[in-house]
């Protein structure tokens, strides 16, 4: 009997370690599936960590594209309000201009109504030195000459109206067209 004892002993036995492999089998296989859990939640933590990364570049470089626009955005609006700044400054030196015609014009006006009275009073004395000149033509050849003269001082002083005339009408056309022009850009 005691072979089969021994026969059974080592079936014992070797089912033991049949059994014992079997559970260290058993026990590998759940830490490597364990491990393999592991590394699959450390490879989509790997994978969305180089997502995030991604994106944070991409996002840098929108915010570094951003930073460039509004800096240009910022250069355009100074060089904007310095325009600005250049325009409403011509446009008071227009106005100063405009006035300045206008006190032109005024004086002009002014010039033109002391030449006509000057004219006036000359018409006037021309009239009594010509009746004078007439009564001293008759006495003597002389005063004929004194009247040419006479005649040239009236035609230089005409002349002399005329062209104030002319240019107050100049000053007047100028001052129309600068109101034309800055005028609406005042109000």
Do not use: G
């Amino acid at each position: 009997m005691k072979p089969q004892a021994n026969h059974a002993e080592s079936i014992i036995n070797s089912l033991t370690k049949k059994l014992e492999e079997e559970e260290r089998s058993n026990e590998e296989s759940k830490e490597a599936l364990r491990k393999l859990r592991e590394d699959d939640e450390k490879y989509i933590l790997r994978e969305k960590i180089t997502d995030v990364k991604q994106l944070l570049t991409n996002v840098e470089v929108e915010n570094t594209k951003l930073k460039f626009e509004n800096e240009q955005l910022l250069e355009d609006l100074e060089q904007y309000k310095k325009q600005l700044n250049e325009a409403v400054e011509e446009s008071k030196n227009v106005a100063k201009q405009c006035y300045l015609l206008e006190d032109e014009k005024d004086k002009l006006k002014q010039t033109i109504s002391d030449l006509e009275k000057e004219k006036i009073r000359i018409k006037k004395n021309m009239i009594e030195e010509m009746n004078d000149a007439n009564r001293a033509k008759r006495v003597s050849i002389d005063t004929e000459i004194a009247l040419q003269h006479i005649s040239e001082a009236y035609e230089n002083k005409r002349k002399e109206v005329s062209k104030l005339t002319q240019q107050l009408q100049d000053a007047e056309s100028i001052i129309s067209h600068f109101k034309e022009q800055f005028v609406p850009v005042l109000y």
